[in-house]
């Protein structure tokens, strides 16, 4: 941990404001202790995750979206999947916009996801402890793998959207909607 603390401050303090920094700095300390047991200990839903749900990993169809890099696969709460497709879905996707998901994009990409997943009361309730999960874990290694991307300046845009993202900017819709 006090490595992964000192290669985030190294990496992203010359490009985020102190504030931003210290979060996720506080984020990654207390992963071991207040992030990671709540979600190890749920029993949450476990599937074949795909854990690389990202745009540049898909070739839209009329039929719809084809998975093409099925390389990161795992079995996984699948609120975990969820939560690194809302985190890194555009990443690495150089037609994508350099951010997140919007207010718009979320509400139209979660809504779709609803209408084929049923999320137990429980993963609505791990939700934001998931993504928090995820800021820890893929959005750490984004943030701090390959400094040349922040040299890049639409992916530098994404890295910063992700270093100030929060488990609120992405709600769940009321179970039923």
């Known amino acids: 941990m006090t490595e992964d603390v000192a290669t985030l401050r190294a990496v992203l303090g010359p490009h985020a404001a102190e504030p931003v920094v210290a979060r996720l700095v506080g984020l990654v300390r207390g992963f071991m202790s207040e992030v990671l047991p709540p979600i190890r200990d749920a029993r949450l839903p476990c599937v074949n995750a795909i854990m690389d749900y990202k745009a540049n990993n898909l070739v839209y169809t009329p039929a719809g979206p084809v998975l093409v890099d099925p390389d990161n696969g795992d079995f996984a709460p699948r609120l ?68 040349e991307e922040w040299r890049e300046p639409r992916q ?17 819709p009321a179970a039923g909607h």
Do not use: K
């Open 156 to 172: 530098r845009a994404f890295l910063l959207a992700l270093a100030e993202a929060r488990a609120g900017d992405y709600p769940l």
């Open 80 to 147: 975990l999947d969820l939560a690194q497709a809302v985190l890194l879905f555009h990443t690495e996707h150089e037609p994508a916009p350099p951010r997140l998901f919007d207010a718009t994009e979320w509400s139209a990409f979660i809504g779709a996801y609803l209408r084929q997943v049923d999320l137990t009361e429980l993963e609505r309730t791990m939700w934001p402890v998931a993504v928090e999960y995820m800021i820890c874990d893929e959005g750490h290694w984004a943030l701090t793998n390959d400094v």
